[in-house]
């Protein structure tokens, strides 16, 4: 999972992953994967607490401005809309406040569950899985590097020894050169250039036998590094196809774009947006401040007798007397004013009806009757007529 390179490095042989010690990034590839897991927690705990503090950014927001909005002198289908637009964000706080729920919950518990399985720590050797390939890298390039080890060593011999040749031409060459050398002298450098010619040549073919070696050992090496190689690929791909669902379910709950919560949210407010309706309004407005309200325009105002106050405990007693006249069949009385009874037992009647009264006028000056639905009850005889 780490990142891939710009540029090569300068010396690419050297870098080799074929070359002693250079499996160690792979070994190191497993802690790095395990920060990257505890990063990609703490940046979208750090998402979800954005998206909690917008949630209650939007919903102070529609707090203040709907107490504001209902003391306007807005009205009808024109409040209806501008109201629309706080209950439509307190939706969309929710559904904000769910997405940093999920987050921190639901995801961020999911990626820890998993790292937690994923890596396991062997004591005092860090994760298990890092001293596994340390260990098998670390064995099976053992026997390739002492013989890189003795290649080196026979390579450095190899050159020197071709230094000396170099050296010992050079030699033979000028004393050929010199007229005034003896013979015998020049007979003893060139045998010198021979033996050290001869000496490098031996070199060269135990430089060449040990080069043989490692070559023929090369296919051996490449096959257990390489298959050493493909397990902790495995592990890697293990990881990346993990963390990109993780990815993926992330996106989900951030792409309210998709959401068919917030889809609803704008649809409704689009669609109360759009049913204002000037007409309505201004027939309300008409209804309820202008001309079309309803108003007591000047008339005679009848003189409505007033009404004699009962004595409860009177009343009471009035109740349960036994000997008082019933009428029989009763008579027909009309009502001459409207009467709202104050009591359980009072009847209540509009101008005009027409009902029965059936016990005469007391003392108090209230009567018996019964309604044409039934209700039977008091009311001040002052307030009706008998019915022609």
Known sequence: MASLPKEPPEDVKKQSFWMPGNYVPTVHRTQQSFQACNDIVACFTERAKVEKQYAQQLSQWSSKWKSIVDSRPLYGSLMRAWQCFFTSTERLSAIHSAISQSLMVEEGGRVKTWQKETFPKKLFCGFRESHNNNTSFSRAQK???????????????????????????????????????????????????????????????????????????????????????????????????????????????????????????YSELHHTLMSINEQDDLKWWKNNHGPGMPTDWPKIDEWVPPIKKLDRKKRDKMKIKENRPVMIGGVKVRAMYDYMGEEGDELSFKAGEVFLKVEEEDDQGWCRGVLSGGKEGFYPANYVEVAE
């Open 143 to 265: 026997p390739w590097s002492k013989k890189m080890t003795k290649l080196e060593k026979a390579r450095v011999v190899y050159h020197k020894s071709c230094q000396r040749e170099q050296t010992a031409l050079d030699k033979e060459k000028q004393a050929n050169e010199n007229s005034e050398m003896s013979p015998e002298k020049k007979q003893k450098i060139t045998e010198a250039r021979e033996m050290v010619s001869e000496d490098k040549e031996k070199i060269r073919d135990r430089y060449e036998k040990l080069l043989e070696e490692a070559t023929s050992y090369t296919p051996r090496y490449m096959e257990e590094m390489e298959a050493i190689f493909e397990e902790s690929q495995e592990e890697e791909r293990k990881r990346i196809s993990f963390l990109k669902q993780a990815f993926l379910s992330i996106h989900r709950h951030l792409d309210i774009t998709n959401n068919e919560s917030v889809k609803a949210v």
